[in-house]
């Protein structure tokens, strides 16, 4: 059987998709994906997908009507209906990706309306599933691939193919950087959910004084003015330069802790099998929080300070 899976974006949405791809290999069927152009490296890197297809639609957003946008909107559907999908998995819940998934030409199963951001979007399923409450978003996605026939055996998102690679860009980081060290990511997507740079200061003090973790400021795109902030805070710590994101999973790998809230890099570091901190304000953790470790996690509010935060992590480092 020939398996397409939408999903284009984020990257910890992506990370929590990548057990369906996985499931998929392992019963022996083809895997292709649709994503932006942003992550088209990372899932180009996963052995359990043979074809991976990029759909700029930030792209399109920005230039509607031009020939290049018009022209490759023409061109996707046409470039889908040459996998021969059995069955496409829309695994995002927009209709932009249920357009996409439509257009391949085969069966879709995706959630049911009120289990997607965009409800009326699931017209264009042909099979709608409904989660059980209160569980975690990989098992959610899991059930699409149930629905879609597909057994499930490995639950656990695994991308730590981002390691089989040779990375020159994390290796000249790395060769400059002491050790042991830890790496802080303050943004994220939302800001609700960033701690605050005077808080990741001040772990990063604590951490460095009880364990002599070397502070690393980790930051994306849109992240640029938090971590500026940090180093500002943090004058001993290092900034990470530009990083595409197999060489990011080299340098998270090689830390000793990642520090971050629901953000992406936090779900690759789980994925990767590497010691996290979660921290968690508004977003339930129990739906959105490391897979692998749930128990590294941090709920906080307006009065969880650097010293609770870094109890936690101590406990982390030593399991």
Known sequence: MKVLIVRLSSLGDIVHTLPIAANAHRAGHRVFWVVEAAYRDFLAADPHVEGVVVADTKGWRRRPLSPRTLSRMVALPRELQTFSPDV??????????????????????????????EPTSALLCHRTVRPLPGRHVVDQNLSLAEAAGIPVVDRSPNARFLLERPSPAA????????????????????????????????????????????PVISWGPGDEERARRLAALRTDARLLP??????LAHVIAAASLLVAGDTGPLHLADALGAHTLAL???????????????GSTVRYDAGTGPEEVARKALEVLAA
């Open 242 to 247: 530009p990083l595409a994101l197999p060489d």
């Open 280 to 294: 968690f304000g508004p977003t339930d953790p129990s739906r959105n929080g490391p897979y692998r470790s749930p």
């Open 171 to 214: 290796e000249s980081f790395l060769a400059g950087q002491p050790r042991p060290f830890a790496l802080y990511h303050p943004g994220a997507g939302h800001p609700e959910k960033t701690w605050g740079e005077e808080r990741y200061a001040a772990l990063a003090d604590l951490l460095r004084s009880d364990r002599g973790l070397a």
């Open 88 to 117: 496409t998995i829309d695994a995002q819940g927009l209709w932009k990706s249920a357009w996409i998934a439509r257009s391949a030409g085969a069966p879709v199963v995706g959630f049911a309306a009120r289990d997607r951001r």
